[in-house]
C-alpha cells in the first residue's frame, strides 16, 4: 500500500525557535496533502491543505505567519512552526492523497510530536 | 457545515464478542465519503473501512463492517470476534467537498476501545 512518512517523528525545541517538520509520500504522487493537530486525548483538526505548486489553504483560525506551509513537489510538504511557544506542543500529522488512486484514498504519515520548552 | 458526532467517549468488549461504535454525521452534501480510522497508542492513523454516500450495500473489510444507515445519517462501526490488538482510539470521519476542487475530511472526537481478556 501507499506510504507517507514524516520526519522527524519527535523533536524538543526551545521557546522562541523553529522547527520543520517533513511530510514524504514515498511510493506515489500527491497532488494534494493535509496537515492536522492533534492535541493529547483530542480528535484531528485540520490546519491547512497543501497544494503542489501553490499556496496553501488555512483553516480558520489557523496563523498562516506561524505555521509556513511549502508543497514544492508531488512528494514532499514541509510544515514549519516558526517562533514556537508551550502551546504549540502537539502531535502534527499529514496526510497525501494519491494522484493515480482511488478519489477518496488518503494515507497517514505516523506523526510528528512536537515538545516546545 | 459538515459535523461528525461521536457519543462514546470510551467502550469496553469481551475478548471474542462483536462491540458496534456509534457515529452520526451531517451534512448537506449529497455526495459524501464515510470512513472509520484505528489510532493505537503510537499515534499513526490505520485505516479501516470506507462508504460512499451513493454505495448501496454496507462496506466490509474482515472483521469490520459498516451499518450505513442513510436515512439517520449513521455509519456505526461493527468490529468482529474482538481481539486484544483493537484496543485503541476509533475515529469516524467525513468526506465532503470543501470547494475549489478540493476535499477535505472531517474528524469525530472518537471513542476508546478497550479489549478486556
Known amino acids: 500500500g501507499a506510504v507517507v512518512s514524516q520526519h522527524p517523528s519527535w523533536v524538543i525545541c526551545k521557546s522562541g525557535t523553529s522547527v520543520k517538520i517533513e511530510c514524504r509520500s514515498l511510493d506515489f504522487q500527491a497532488t494534494t496533502m493535509f496537515w492536522y493537530r492533534q492535541f493529547p486525548k483530542q480528535s484531528l483538526m485540520l490546519m491547512a491543505t497543501s497544494n503542489e505548486g501553490s499556496k496553501a489553504t488555512y483553516e480558520q483560525g489557523v496563523e498562516k505567519d506561524k505555521f509556513l506551509i511549502n508543497h514544492a513537489s508531488l512528494t514532499l510538504s514541509t510544515l514549519t512552526v516558526t517562533s514556537a511557544h508551550p502551546e504549540d506542543s502537539s502531535f502534527y500529522i499529514c496526510s497525501a492523497r494519491d494522484l493515480g488512486g482511488y478519489s477518496y484514498e488518503q494515507y497517514f504519515g505516523p506523526g510528528t510530536r512536537l515538545t516546545v520548552t | 457545515a459538515q459535523k461528525i458526532t461521536q457519543t462514546q467517549p470510551g467502550m469496553f468488549v469481551q475478548e471474542k464478542e462483536a462491540v458496534t461504535l456509534d457515529c452520526t454525521y451531517d451534512?448537506?452534501?449529497?455526495?459524501?465519503?464515510l470512513f472509520w480510522y484505528k489510532q493505537p497508542s503510537s499515534g499513526e492513523m490505520i485505516f479501516l473501512i470506507y462508504?460512499?454516500?451513493?454505495?448501496?450495500q454496507n462496506a466490509t473489510e474482515g472483521r469490520y463492517s459498516l451499518n450505513f444507515q442513510k436515512a439517520r445519517k449513521s455509519a456505526n462501526l461493527v468490529i468482529s470476534a474482538s481481539q486484544l490488538g483493537d484496543s485503541a482510539m476509533y475515529f469516524c470521519a467525513m468526506r465532503a467537498y470543501s470547494g475549489a476542487g478540493s476535499y477535505q475530511l472531517t474528524f469525530g472526537k472518537g471513542t476508546k476501545l478497550s479489549v478486556i481478556p
Open positions: 451534512t448537506s452534501d449529497p455526495s459524501y465519503g
Open positions: 462508504q460512499g454516500s451513493y454505495d448501496q
